[in-house]
C-alpha cells in the first residue's frame, strides 16, 4: 500500500470536497480524506481517526494481486478499505505443500517453483505420477462440530485444468466438494454435495477456488483435499508432469470467503479491525459505500464505529466512501 502523508491546504476552512454541511467525507478509493475541514492524504493524521488491528493482514487489489499489510496498518487499496472480523486458518503451513503436515496421493511437490499472487515465488508445483489413482494433496485440521467453514485454495493450471476441492464424508456424508473449470474467468463444472462453491480469476493466471459446507456429524476433525480432475473425476491416468501450481490455502470458520492467513507451523489467526471517527457538529445523516456498489446508514452520532464490532452491512468487504452531513 502506498500512503501519502501530506497535509492539503483547505480554502476558508472547508476541505476540497466538502459539501455544504459535510463533516466526515472519506474516499478511500481516491485517497482522500477530511474530518472537520482538516484534508490529508493519510487518514492517520485526521483528528478523530482511530484505527487498530493487532496482526498482520492481508487484502486484494482490483488486479487480483494479493497484498501484505503490517500490524496495525489499515488494509487500503484501489477497492477501497477491507474491514474484518477476527479470523483463525485452521490449516498448517497454508503455502508449504511440501511439508509432511500436507498428505501426497500420487503426486510430488515441487516448492517454490512460479510466483504467487502476492509477488513471492512461493507457489508450489503438484507433479503427477503415472499411476491412475486420485492424484491429491490433502490435510487433516480441526474445526468445530455442526459448523459451517470454507476452505479456498489458489490454483494455477498447467498441464491439467481442472481441479476438486472437497471435504471428507467425515465431514458430512454428501462429500460436499466442487470441480473448478481453471479456464478464461473459470467456472464451476460440478458440485458435489452440499457444498457451495466460488471462483474467481486473480494475479498471475491463478484461480481463487473455495467452497463453503455445514458439518453435519459430532466429528471434531477431518481431511480436506485438494486434486486434479479430469472430465470431473478424481481418478485418472497421471501424465508425470506438473498438473498445476498451488499457494496459500486457508480453512476458515464460516461462511464468507476470507482474506488469507498464512501460516507457518500451527494454525493461525488475524486480529479485528478496530476503526472509529469522532467528529464535531450536529450532523444527522451518516452514508457507507462498500463493495461493488452496495451503501449503508449507520447512526451519524460520533463517534461513529466502522470496525468490525459495529457488525455493519459493510463488515467483510471494502468500504469505498464514507459520508457524514
Known amino acids: 500500500m502506498r500512503v501519502g502523508i501530506g497535509l492539503e491546504i483547505t480554502q476558508g476552512g472547508r476541505a476540497p470536497g466538502f459539501g455544504a454541511g459535510t463533516v466526515v467525507a472519506l474516499d478511500f478509493q481516491r485517497k482522500d480524506f477530511g474530518i472537520n475541514g482538516s ?7 485526521l483528528p478523530g481517526w482511530s484505527f487498530t488491528r493487532a ?7 482490483s488486479a487480483g494481486n494479493v497484498l501484505s499489510f503490517a500490524s496495525g496498518q489499515p488494509r487500503s487499496t484501489d477497492l477501497g478499505l477491507l474491514i474484518e472480523p477476527a479470523g483463525t486458518n485452521n490449516f498448517q503451513w497454508s503455502q508449504a505443500f511440501d511439508n ?9 511437490i515441487t516448492p517454490d517453483a512460479v510466483v504467487a499472487p502476492d509477488g513471492t515465488t512461493t507457489a508450489d508445483a503438484m507433479v503427477e505420477d503415472g499411476t491412475t489413482a486420485a492424484h491429491q494433496v490433502f490435510q487433516n485440521c480441526s474445526y468445530v462440530a455442526l459448523s459451517t467453514n470454507t476452505v479456498t485454495v489458489y490454483v494455477k493450471p498447467a498441464t491439467r485444468t481442472q481441479v476438486y476441492v472437497s471435504f471428507a464424508s467425515s465431514y458430512d456424508a454428501s462429500n460436499p466438494g466442487a470441480y473448478f473449470n481453471l479456464t478464461g474467468s473459470g467456472s ?23 467452497v463453503t459446507a455445514t458439518s453435519s456429524t459430532a466429528n471434531t476433525s477431518g481431511n480436506f483435499f485438494i486434486a486434479g480432475a479430469v472430465g470431473s473425476s478424481n481418478s485418472y491416468a497421471g501424465n ?25 507451523g500451527a494454525t493461525g489467526t488475524r486480529a479485528i479491525d478496530a476503526l472509529t471517527l469522532t467528529y464535531g457538529g450536529s450532523p444527522t445523516t451518516a452514508t457507507v459505500l462498500y463493495g461493488t456498489n452496495s451503501s449503508a446508514s449507520p447512526s451519524a452520532a460520533s463517534p461513529l464505529n466502522l470496525g468490525a464490532s459495529s457488525a455493519g452491512a459493510w463488515v467483510g468487504n471494502y468500504i469505498r466512501r464514507v459520508t457524514v452531513q
Open 188 to 210: 464451476v463444472a460440478l458440485t458435489t454435495g452440499t457444498g457451495v462453491p466460488s471462483i474467481t480469476l486473480v494475479a498471475g493466471g491463478f484461480y481463487r477456488c473455495s
Open 240 to 264: 508425470s508432469s506438473t498438473a498445476f501450481y498451488l499457494w496459500q490455502a486457508d480453512m476458515q470458520p464460516g461462511s464468507s470467503i476470507a482474506s488469507p492467513i498464512r501460516t507457518v
Open 55 to 61: 496482526s498482520v493482514g492481508m487484502a486484494s487489489d
Open 100 to 108: 509432511v503436515i500436507w498428505s501426497k496421493g500420487a503426486v510430488s
Open 39 to 45: 484534508h490529508v492524504s493519510d487518514p492517520s493524521l
